[in-house]
């Protein structure tokens, strides 16, 4: 039999067979820290909203991601680079071209814009 076959057969079996086997074996005695909407012990506030988040912090967590998968893909480039020869170095060529076009266009929209309430609030001679 076909070891792909195998395991989409084996595995949701598996997994049926142990999570059955938790709701048969595992005690079940839910209290009313357990039940309620916040586990932590503490009391939801009504009313209170949450603290303001700037989305530049998001915008820049993403971007990192993103240059992040590009070295993550380019590294087997770097080691193989003999072997692909230039087919490959010009698959990673398109392939770094798209990413700068990218990168050029996050410039440009502004995403990786610095303003002036950033640089006064971490700065160093306050």
Excluded: W
Excluded at 23 to 48: I, R, W
Aim: glycine share 6%; hydrophobic share 55%.
């Amino acid at each position: 039999m076909n070891t792909i076959l195998m395991l989409f057969i084996f595995v949701p079996i598996l997994a049926v067979l142990l999570l059955g086997l938790n709701l048969l074996l595992a005690t079940h005695k839910p209290d009313e820290a357990k039940v309620s909407a916040y586990e932590c012990g503490f009391s939801p506030v009504y009313g209170q909203t949450r603290s303001t988040f700037q989305i530049h912090f998001f915008l820049v967590a993403l971007l990192f991601l993103i240059f992040d998968l590009e070295v993550l893909l380019l590294y087997p480039l770097a080691v193989t680079l003999y072997q692909v020869s230039v087919f490959g170095f010009s698959v990673a060529l398109i392939f770094f071209i798209v990413l700068t076009i990218g990168f050029i266009l996050e410039i440009g929209s502004g995403a990786i814009k610095v303003t002036s309430s950033y640089v006064e609030e971490f700065s160093i001679n306050k």
